[in-house]
C-alpha cells in the first residue's frame, strides 16, 4: 500500500483526529508535529483520490479527543508542582488500555512500518505546555521532578529525584513528596529487578 492507500484504509476505521491519523506516520519526516502530519495527510488524501477535503471533525475514535484537553492536563501539571522549586521536568502518562488495544490493532492490521506510540506524543505535547507555562526545562535524562498522568482517572503524580532534592530540602522534610525512585518490584528494600539497590532506572520507567 503506498501512503494515500493507507490513509484510505485508516479513514475507513471510523472518524479520527488529525493527532491520531498523523501519529501513525508519526515516525516519518522531522519537524512536524502529529496533528500537523495528520492535516497534511488528509489534504494529500482528497487530492490523490479527488474526493472533497473534509477536515477532522471533533470525533476520534482513537483516543476519544484526548488531546482536546491537552491545556487541561498542563494546568494540572502546573498546579501540582506549583509549590516545589525545580528547573527541569520530564512528563510521563498512564495510557488507558482501550486507547493502546486501537492503535495497536491498526499498526498490525496495515503493518505499518513508522507509528508513533500515544503515550509519546501526550508526554511530548503535555511537557511542551507546562514548558510554556512555565519556563522549566523538559530532561530527558535527569529530570529534578517527573510528572506522571494518570490519563483514566484525570489525576497527576509528581515524583522528585531525591538526589535533587536532599541538599535543598533536607530541612523542611514535611513538605516534600515522599514518592522517591524507588524500585517496584522491592519498593526500595532492594531485589534482584533493581541489582539490590533499591532505585528504579529512570530508563526503566514504563510511563515515560
Ligand atoms: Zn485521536
Ligand atoms: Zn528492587
Redesign the pocket.
Known sequence: MDMNETVTAILAYGGICDHCLGRFFGKRSFGLSNDERGRGLRISHALATNIPYKKDAGSCWVCGNFFDNIPLWADRVVEAVKDLEFSTLLVGCRVPPLIAENEEMVWSDLSLADPEPFKSEVNREVGKAVSARTGKVVDFKKPDVVIILDALGGNVEVQVNSVFFYGRYQKFERGIPQTHWD????????????N???AQYLDSVEEL
Open positions: 524500585c517496584r518490584e522491592c519498593r526500595g528494600r532492594g531485589c534482584e529487578k533493581c539490590f539497590t533499591g
